[in-house]
């Protein structure tokens, strides 16, 4: 593969502004992402080094990225740690030390070449890795009609828990239809070694 899989670096703000704005605009953007491309792009410059420093420092979370031919980012995963202990970030409150990948992108001329996979293995690695408490679990969410991505996570080894939280609305909801949902998905430790 002609890409390097990397943890973000501090001082590269403005890389992640600029894919994390590509990615709020894919078309698949209003059922994956929590943030409209309009909410980033208001996103101050101290926003994005804050953002992209914490990510760096590697502490409460970690940033990867696929870096191609000439520098340039064409896929990113974020892994956040979540701890029993900690406030809820998203869903339901860590049972177990765990962390939460968020933020998957890999723009279009990547996919299917294995740079999505090859970020994963980085994050996951990383979770397995972390100092002091063990990190037993692994955690994502996902839309319910967000099939390709889906379909992805469970090849790579991730399971649906049987959890689920309210999610963004349906591009082509009527007012009949059922709310939608983000269905949690989780890969033990135990099964991904």
Do not use: C
């Amino acid at each position: 593969m002609e890409h390097i899989i990397r943890a973000v670096r501090a001082d590269e703000w403005e890389k992640a502004r600029e894919i994390r704005l590509a990615a709020l605009q894919d078309p698949a953007a209003p059922i994956a992402f929590m943030e409209t491309y309009e909410q980033g792009l208001a996103h101050t410059p101290d926003f994005w080094r804050e953002r992209t420093r914490n990510a760096a420092a590697g502490v409460a979370g970690n940033q990867f990225i696929a870096e191609g031919p000439g520098g340039r980012w064409v896929g990113t995963v974020t892994a956040l740690v979540e701890r029993p202990a900690a406030a809820v970030g998203f869903g339901e409150a860590a049972r177990v030390d765990q962390t939460h990948l968020v933020g998957v992108f890999v723009r279009p001329e990547a996919r299917g070449i294995g740079v999505t996979e090859e970020l994963f293995r980085a994050a996951v690695d990383w979770s397995w890795s972390l100092p002091g408490s063990r990190i037993e679990r692994v955690r994502l969410y996902v839309h319910e009609d967000n099939a390709r991505a889906a379909a992805f996570y469970r090849r790579f080894g991730f399971v649906p828990s049987g959890e689920s939280v309210p999610g963004p609305p349906r591009t082509s909801a009527r007012p009949s239809d059922p709310p939608a949902r983000e269905l949690e998905y989780e890969l033990w430790r135990e099964i991904s070694r």
